[in-house]
């Protein structure tokens, strides 16, 4: 594997070069952050920047209770996570391309991972975006801030900034900003870019997709195992609930907002677990701060003020709520097509093969980021042709905005994959 060198408007910035004509550029910072403050952009690189490793991970649970010695080990941990190494730090604001060599005016897919607003980061294994590089696609994941470090709000805060909270919300905005503004010298488009998240991910993007400060940047959005833009899964909390929820945290913490940025994190995040109770998404979540999220998403489904950008949807068989989630995508679908607008569902029900767990929430992800030969089952040739299919149809969503239906047949807009 050979380096690459870039040259851009905050500097150079030194990648990996594949042997499969893609380029690999890791661990990219995007922003600074001091603890429960606004992310700032970066402006300028010294010297060459080495984008050759990942970046850090926000601290998380599982910083401090490692999964790898538990027995058993966590579902997730064993499906996505197992054999790779992280760090956790703060500082975590970092981005990863994954580009063809000498792409030119490439469409952009920036990918926002779930994990219930608590955990993850943009890395995992599954991650690995060289399907859609080797297709003529940009695939940019990011890390952004998570739990108490990305989510807390607090009076005192707001006194102290003007408002608080949604701090990962806002890193997400500032990801999307950066490759916005710098992604020409990888080769992207930037007025086409598209918004592709997963659960928590998806429910993110719900919120951009209100937000008067993120809409400008988006073309078209695919949201998987999110729900789509419904107000029964809206996945934010009022500014004052949020209050509430987190004095329960920072009463612990010290009097005023600097004690608590001086609490060891580790020490923060294993007080947020002790506190933390069975709604603890209702509030560990964006929430309604007349900013990024300029009012009740619901009030902003009524007045039909979301982004008017083609939509792709999609759910699993044995997903979270999974009729629930079903219904909601399909009924945001058709409201969409009402309204001229342009919006694709897909239901996945492939069984997975190595265990009993069937289309489990996040099972998708193997076959639609196209990193299914990572993946520890024993995966068939018929996995394998699914998971290029899908890839290919995401590919011609973020070419064109449209899907064709050339591989499937199946209706227009709404369509089922039995394979």
Known sequence: MNTIIRDTD????????????TVQFRGIRYATARRFAYPEPVTSFDGIYDAT????????FRTYDPEDHKDPAPFYYKEFR????????EDCLFLNIYAPKDAEKAPVIIYIHGGAFLGGCGNENHMDGTAYARKGIIFVSINYRLGVLGFLCDRKLTKESGHSGNYGLYDQLEAIKWVHDHIEYFGGDKDNITLFGQSAGAMS????????????YIQKVYMASGGGIGKEFAGVSSVEDSYDYFE???SLLGDEPEDWRQVPVKELIEKFQSVIDRDLMSHCCPHIDGLIIPKDPAQSLEDKDYADVPYLLSTNSEDMAPQFLHQMSKDFCNTVNRNEGRAYYFYFSR???GDDKGAFHSAELWYT????????????QEDFDLSDKLVDMICEFANTGAISYSSFDTPMASFEIHP
């Open 10 to 21: 905050l500097g150079q910035i030194k990648g990996l070069e594949l042997d499969d004509n």
């Open 53 to 60: 490793n990942f970046g850090n991970a926000c601290p998380q």
């Open 82 to 89: 197992e054999g790779a190494k992280y760090t956790y730090d």
């Open 205 to 216: 993007i719900q919120q951009h997709c209100f937000s008067p400060l993120t809409k400008p």
């Open 248 to 250: 329960r945290l920072t």
């Open 351 to 353: 069984k997975l093969p």
């Open 369 to 380: 980021i196209g990193s299914i030969r990572k993946c520890w089952r024993p995966m068939t």
